[in-house]
């Protein structure tokens, strides 16, 4: 069975310090896993996604995730926040075989300090 | 392309009530989906739709709900005999393809509250 794990719910920052955002899944079969980013009464938006190609996945607004199979992770990275990557963070499994389901975690928080 | 459109953004309604909320995905993505997201907890998957098919339905979507997709457009999703509980926020998203790798597109989202 799936399940996502989100190990923080909150994170806190300093502007212009690097961001990490813990993920570990659990999955019968080979997953795509996202990270979506929902900000403040906007719509949740694709952040990157990992489909078994390259294990280093880069998305969008300087964000990267590493899928890590011997250590069923997949965390989110960020160098440098900014102000306005405060919003929350979900990371996602999903898998195709047979049924389909996607499975959101519980969400974890970003707050950068300026 | 005008993204995924979700009506009403709204809904205030009183327990035992009839709700129907209506979800109108990107033009030509074959797949919508619903979730339901409560304050504080990431979406929870309820149903999903290929074309006009519903392949998948999530044990949280009780007798009382029901989703159709009827000419593999727009979908509607109908809470019959309202509870407080069912107060939340219901996501609509769409995707094209048929694999699970591919990026699903969400609405803004219906906010129900059940008095």
């Known amino acids: 069975a799936q399940s996502v794990t989100q190990l923080d719910s909150h994170v806190s920052v300093s502007e212009g310090t690097p961001v990490l955002l813990r993920c570990n899944y659990s999955s019968s079969y080979s997953p795509s896993l996202f990270w979506y980013v929902q900000h403040p009464n906007k719509g949740l938006q694709l952040l990157l996604k990992?489909?078994?190609?390259?294990?280093l996945v880069k998305g969008i607004n300087g964000f990267e995730a590493e899928f890590k199979k011997s250590e069923t992770s997949f965390h989110l990275t960020k160098p440098s926040a900014h102000m306005s990557d405060a919003a929350e963070y979900f990371c996602?499994?999903?898998?195709?075989?047979?049924?389909?389901?996607?499975?959101f975690g519980a969400g974890t928080r970003l707050f950068v300090k300026a | 392309d005008t993204g995924v459109s979700q009506d009403p953004r709204h809904k205030i309604t009183k327990r035992g009530q009839n709700v129907t909320f209506r979800c109108d995905p990107i033009?030509?993505?074959?797949?919508l989906y619903w979730y339901r997201q409560t304050l504080g907890q990431g979406p929870e998957f309820l149903t999903y739709f290929q074309n006009e098919a519903q392949l998948e339905k999530s044990r949280l979507l009780s007798d009382r709900f029901s989703a159709e997709r009827p000419k593999g457009s727009f979908s509607t999703l109908e809470i019959q005999r309202t509870e407080q509980g069912d107060s939340a926020m219901y996501l609509c998203a769409s995707s094209s393809g048929t694999g699970p790798y591919n990026e699903q597109f969400f609405g803004p989202g219906t906010r129900l509250t059940v008095l």
């Open positions: 990992y489909t078994s190609a390259a294990t």
């Open positions: 996602v499994v999903s898998e195709g075989t047979g049924g389909f389901k996607t499975i």
């Open positions: 033009s030509e993505h074959n797949r």
